[in-house]
């Protein structure tokens, strides 16, 4: 059986090919139309679809068209019909635009098939779409399941049991108590954009949390077992009036200073998030006693918060996915529609996150031969890479399948010298051009990480980049270039079995500096992470990266 998911309703627009249960590939469609988050996430767009996450799926799967059994889209608007309010919106006809182009959505899919898809094709809950995303990766056999984003179709909040093969709803906090929604505001008061979350999770550890403590109760209404946003307080869409400048004072304006203010309100909003997802979290032990956690929804990229719960013991075991953002419930809608069909499990326990094209030496070859540049072979790119890294050059690590999720794990990813307090400002400059409070994270050797960092128990989620954890004291000033302004690093464990070549290069630069880390950041600029060879090239020729490997190919700087 053969089920194509795919998520397009917001944002995030993605792609996901199950066959006979088994994840065969999954893609997000930025990496393909070069356009971040896909698309905007605009009213009248939910039937823009990933058409080349979808290609690039069917081709590795190696399937046409017509071998696609079922499509599932995550997303019900069914549920959102029957249980939306018109006045949630300013204005109720964007809800009529909205519902007129999610019935658009089943045709573009017979569309791309080629066929009608009749009972073939299936809505499923958005919720229910990432907690499956979460769940059945995680290998566990039964899980409570938390899952918090922007909006599904009415929820904003889900709190779920899985046994089996089976998830069921136990609760929902439905819009307007959406803390996806309050970051994305707050991000905009910022004077950052609504998707520019990680951002003000850096400018965080900059803060002092207690300088807006009061106003940010008041916005999120946080009790011992849940909380309750305010809309009035924070603007939301259905609120009649704003006081989020009485509370918080002026909005800055994008590009303009970044005031100790702006870092309080930033550090306020994390501390009241942490309070928020704490309380959930109690509530949903007590409503689901079992050991197991899997987080779902945009706000478990939230590395600080998941830490907080890790830490917090009420579950044993924490599982959040590589991507628990919107694309994952590609994945998740497809495995949905599996359980609903087959009397089979899925696959249980897959968490890899290299679900992406790949590419091979011939297609390599021919990239940098057509943009003019001069291959060279290594016979050992992991310890040439690592003796670069060691002598302070910027390398761009592009091997294997690309990452499905937002963070780089070291098949896209730009790879540098941690040791060097000013590596930093050098990315930055040459490169990244982020703004300077924004960390960057440590790739370290798993079976070295507990002598770098106070990790506790490991989760195979570290290996997603998913929780920030505090650098030992006495080795923070060894790798001053991933020690965020707090002592913490949002680091990625790197393991032999998950992700070899990346481990051998890591391994290589520990044995000639003692040090098993290096700084491991996105390989793009300002851009969505590089997909194809020539995406690489393309970079690499416009920015101030030193080398390029590719596979075990490499291109330097022409002198
Ligand atoms: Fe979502």
Same mark, same amino acid.
């Given at each position: 059986m053969n089920i194509l998911g795919i998520n397009s309703t917001y944002h995030e627009t993605a792609a996901a090919v199950l066959v006979d249960g088994s994840l065969v590939a999954a893609a997000e469609e930025e990496r393909f139309n070069r356009i971040k988050h896909g698309k905007?996430?605009?009213?009248?767009?939910?039937?823009?679809?990933?058409e080349h996450a979808i290609r690039f799926c069917l081709d590795y799967a190696g399937l046409?068209?017509?071998?696609?059994d079922h499509v599932a889209y995550s997303f019900d608007p069914n549920l959102r019909r029957s249980?939306?309010?018109?006045?949630?919106?300013?204005?109720?006809r964007w809800e009529e635009v909205f519902l007129l182009r999610l019935g658009e959505v089943r045709g573009v899919a017979e569309r791309i098939i080629g066929r009608p898809l009749r009972q073939n094709f299936h809505f499923v809950p958005h919720h229910l779409a990432h907690a499956a995303s979460a769940y059945f990766?995680?290998?566990?056999?039964g899980a409570a399941i938390l899952t918090i984003d922007g909006l599904g179709e009415v929820a904003a909040t889900t709190l779920s049991k899985a046994v089996g093969t089976r998830i069921r709803m136990v609760e929902t906090l439905l819009y307007p108590h959406s803390l996806g929604f309050v970051w994305e505001l707050i991000s905009l008061h910022l004077g +950052?954009?609504?998707?520019d979350a990680s951002k003000v999770m850096g400018l &965080?550890?900059?803060?002092?949390?207690?300088?807006f403590r009061d106003e940010f109760e008041s916005i999120m209404?946080?009790?011992?077992?849940d909380y309750a946003i305010d809309p009035e307080a924070i603007g939301l869409?259905?609120?009649?009036?704003?006081r989020l400048q009485n509370l918080l004072g002026l909005p800055r304006y994008p590009d303009s200073e970044i005031l100790q203010r702006h870092a309080d309100i930033a550090a306020a909003l994390q501390v009241a998030t942490n309070a928020a997802v704490g309380a959930l979290v109690r509530r949903l032990k007590r409503k689901v006693p079992l050991d197991n956690l899997c987080l779902a929804g945009?706000?478990?990229?939230?590395c600080v918060t998941n830490e907080v719960v890790r830490q917090?013991?009420? +579950?044993s075991n924490v599982f959040i996915p590589s991507?628990?953002?919107? &694309?994952?419930t590609a994945i998740g809608a497809a495995l949905v529609v599996y359980c609903s069909r087959q009397k089979s499990d899925p696959?249980?326990?897959?968490?890899?996150?290299?679900?992406g094209p790949e590419f091979n030496r011939r297609e390599i070859l021919a990239a940098v031969k057509s943009a003019g540049l001069t291959p060279q072979r290594s016979k050992a790119p992991a310890r040439e890479a690592a003796d670069m890294i060691a002598d302070g050059k910027i390398v761009a690590w592009f091997q294997g399948r690309m990452e499905f999720g937002?963070?780089?794990?070291?098949?896209r990813s730009l790879l540098a010298d941690p040791?060097?307090?000013d590596m930093r400002n050098i990315l930055n400059q040459r490169?990244?051009?982020?703004?300077?409070f924004r960390p960057f994270a440590p790739s370290v050797m798993a079976e070295h990480a507990d002598e770098w960092f106070e990790v506790g128990g490991h989760s195979r989620s570290h290996e997603f980049m998913l929780f920030a954890c505090p650098v030992k004291p006495d080795r923070r000033d060894r790798i001053p270039?991933?020690?965020?302004?707090?002592?913490s690093a949002r680091l990625q464990l790197v393991r032999r079995g998950t992700n070899p070549r990346f481990h051998e290069l890591i391994s290589r630069f520990f044995g000639q500096t003692g040090v098993p880390v290096v700084i491991n950041t996105s390989f793009n600029d300002s851009e969505p992470?590089?997909?194809?060879p020539t995406d690489a090239i393309v970079t690499f020729r416009k920015s101030s990266i030193d080398a390029l490997f590719m596979d075990d190919v490499y291109v330097t700087v022409p002198t």
């Open positions: 905007q996430s605009n009213i009248d767009n939910p039937h823009q679809f990933p046409r068209t017509s071998d696609i249980q939306f309010r018109a006045d949630w919106w300013p204005d109720p990766p995680s290998g566990f056999d +950052f954009s609504a998707y &965080a550890a900059y803060g002092n949390p207690e300088v209404g946080l009790g011992s077992e869409l259905s609120a009649k009036s704003s945009g706000v478990a990229l939230n917090s013991g009420d +579950f991507a628990p953002h919107d &694309a994952g696959e249980r326990g897959n968490s890899m996150p290299f679900l937002p963070r780089a794990l070291g098949n040791r060097r307090a490169i990244k051009h982020r703004e300077g270039a991933v020690v965020h302004r707090d002592g992470i590089v997909c194809t």
